[in-house]
C-alpha cells in the first residue's frame, strides 16, 4: 500500500526535491501555503505532513495544531532551519511528531518519513482496536429486553464512572464478566487497561504474586521482580472474577488495598500506590460464606457498595429469541452460514428448556447447532440436541385441558406460589437455600414473597436468613 504525504513549503525548490525523493515509494501532494494545504488534506488520505515552520498567513505550529484538531491520524514532521532548532522542539511539544532541518540529505529524509508512517499505520491499528472493542462491550451487546434486563441497563448507566467498588452476582454463564467489561469500556478509565483475574482457577500459593507481583528472589523461581496485576491496571478496573474462593490471608491484603489504595510486592518492603477501581463477581452466596467463616465480614462490606444480581435465563426466558438472534448472527459472519431463523416448534423447546449453564449453554449449543445442520434454512426441532427435545415432548405429553377451559394466569400463579412455600419448607425458611432450589437469586424471591404474601419463619436462628 503506498501512503500520501504533503509537502506544505512556500519555496518552490525544497517542495521539488523533497517530492523527487519520495515519489517512488509515496504519493506526494505539495502546497505553498497552509490555505492550499487544507484543501488537499479534505480531499486526501494523508498519513504524513511535512510543514515548513514558516509558513505565509500562518506558522507551522499553528497548522499542525488545526491539522491535529481535525485529522489527528496525521503525522506532521516540522521543516526548519539550523537556527530554528529549539522552535522545531517546540513545535514537537504542540503536537509535531519529528523535524528535519534543512537542508537533509536524501537517506536522512527516507528515514524520517518511513518512522513517520509507520507512526501513522500504528494510530490507526489502535483507533480500530479501540473501535472494535467499543462495539464489543457497548450497552447494545447485553441482550434483552425483558424485566430484570432493563433494571440492570439501568443501574449500570448510573454507574458507570463512579470509582465504587462493584460486586457482580449471578449464577455460570450469566454473563458476568460482559457486564464488567461493559462498565469499563463505558466509564471514564475506559482508555486504561482492563484487567481480569480468575481466582478460582489460579492456585492459591501462586495467586498472591499473581496479584501484587514479586521482587527478584522473593521464593523458588523468582528469577527477576515481576509487576503484578494491581500494578498493571493501575488507572483503569480490576476484575476479580470467583472473589469467594480468595484465600482468607489474601482477603486480609486485598482490604488494605481497597483501605489504603496501597501494597508491597511478594518479597518487598517498597510500598506501591495503586488507583484502580475493583469490581468483583461470585456465583457463591458470600453471606453463607461469612456465616462458616470463609469469608471476611469486612471486606464483603467492601466490596459490596454497589451490587449487581444478574438473573438467569429461566428468570427471563422471554429474552431467549433475541439471544439466539444474536447468536445466530454471530455464527453466521463466524462460519459462513445463512442460518437466521428458528422454526415456531423449536423455539418452544428452547423456551422450554431450563438451562443450567444460562447464556454461556445457550451460545454453545447454537454454535454446535449451526457446525452441525447439513444446510443452511431455519434450526428444527430435530436440529436440536436429545436433552432439548426430550424436555419439549414431557411438557407437551403432560399438559391436559378440560373442554371447559382453564384460567392459565391462576394456574400459574397457584403453582408459582406452591413452589415457593415448598423450597422455603425444605431449605428450613432459609431464603439463599430456597431461592437456590427455585433456580432465582434470593432478591427475586424476597420480591414475590412479599407480593404473594408470603411470610417464612427461619428454623434455624444461627443461620444467616
Known amino acids: 500500500m503506498r501512503h500520501a504525504v504533503l509537502v506544505v513549503d512556500d519555496e518552490e525548490v525544497v517542495r521539488s526535491i523533497i517530492g523527487e525523493i519520495l515519489l517512488p515509494t509515496y504519493d506526494v501532494s505539495t502546497a505553498a501555503d497552509a490555505e492550499s494545504a487544507f484543501k488537499l488534506i479534505k480531499k486526501h488520505d494523508f498519513a504524513v505532513a511535512i510543514v515548513d515552520l514558516k509558513l505565509p498567513g500562518m506558522d507551522g505550529i499553528e497548522f499542525i495544531k488545526k491539522v491535529r484538531d481535525t485529522n489527528p491520524e496525521v503525522v506532521s514532521i516540522i521543516l526548519t532551519g539550523h537556527s530554528s532548532v529549539e522552535s522545531a522542539v517546540n513545535a514537537m511539544r504542540e503536537g509535531a511528531y519529528d523535524f528535519l532541518t534543512k537542508p ?12 513517520a508512517v509507520e507512526h501513522h499505520s500504528l494510530m490507526k491499528e489502535n483507533r480500530g482496536l479501540k473501535d472494535e472493542i467499543h462495539k464489543k ?23 458507570v464512572d463512579s470509582d465504587s467498588n462493584i460486586l457482580i452476582l449471578g449464577e455460570t454463564g450469566t454473563g458476568k464478566e460482559l457486564v464488567a467489561r461493559t462498565i469499563h469500556y463505558n466509564s471514564n478509565r475506559a482508555a486504561e487497561p482492563f484487567i481480569p483475574v480468575n481466582c478460582g482457577a489460579i492456585p492459591a500459593e ?25 500494578e498493571r491496571a493501575n488507572k483503569g478496573t480490576i476484575f476479580l472474577d470467583e472473589i469467594g474462593e480468595l484465600a482468607f490471608p489474601l482477603q486480609v491484603k486485598l482490604l ?3 483501605q489504603e489504595r496501597e501494597f508491597e510486592r511478594v518479597g518487598g518492603n517498597k510500598t506501591i500506590e495503586v488507583d484502580v477501581r475493583i469490581i468483583t463477581a461470585t456465583n457463591q452466596d458470600l453471606e453463607e460464606e461469612i456465616k462458616e467463616k470463609r469469608f471476611r465480614e469486612d471486606l464483603f462490606y467492601r466490596l459490596n457498595v454497589i451490587p449487581i444480581e444478574l438473573p438467569s435465563l429461566k428468570e427471563r426466558r422471554e429474552d431467549i429469541p433475541l439471544l439466539i438472534k444474536h447468536f445466530l448472527a454471530l455464527m453466521a459472519e463466524k462460519k459462513s452460514r445463512k442460518i437466521d431463523d428458528v422454526t415456531d416448534e423449536a423455539m418452544e423447546a428452547f423456551k422450554h428448556y431450563p438451562w443450567p449453564g444460562n447464556i454461556r449453554e445457550l451460545e454453545n449449543i447454537i454454535e454446535r447447532v449451526v457446525i452441525l445442520k447439513h444446510e443452511d434454512g431455519p434450526i428444527e426441532i430435530d436440529d436440536l440436541p436429545d436433552k432439548i427435545r426430550a424436555v419439549s415432548r414431557k411438557s407437551s405429553e403432560q399438559m391436559e385441558i378440560p373442554t371447559d377451559g382453564v384460567e392459565l394466569t391462576k394456574i400459574l400463579e397457584d403453582m ?40 417464612a419463619a427461619n428454623k434455624n436462628p444461627d443461620t444467616l436468613n
Not at 537533509?104 to 518512522?115: C, F, N, P, Q
Open 104 to 115: 537533509s540529505g536524501r537517506d536522512e529524509i527516507l528515514l524520517h518519513i518511513k518512522r
Open 416 to 455: 408459582e406460589r406452591g413452589y415457593i412455600v415448598k423450597a422455603i419448607e425444605q431449605s428450613g425458611g432459609v431464603k439463599s437455600k430456597a431461592a437456590q432450589l427455585l433456580g432465582i437469586n434470593r432478591t427475586t424471591l424476597i420480591e414475590k414473597m412479599r407480593k404473594k404474601g408470603i411470610v
Open 206 to 230: 501462586l495467586l498472591e504474586s499473581e496479584l501484587f507481583g514479586h521482587e527478584k528472589g522473593a521464593f523458588t523461581g523468582a528469577i527477576s521482580s515481576r509487576q503484578g496485576r494491581f
Open 137 to 159: 462491550y457497548s450497552f447494545d451487546n447485553i441482550i434483552g429486553n425483558s424485566d430484570p434486563i432493563e433494571k440492570i441497563f439501568s443501574l449500570i448507566s448510573k454507574v
Open 256 to 258: 488494605r488495598v481497597i
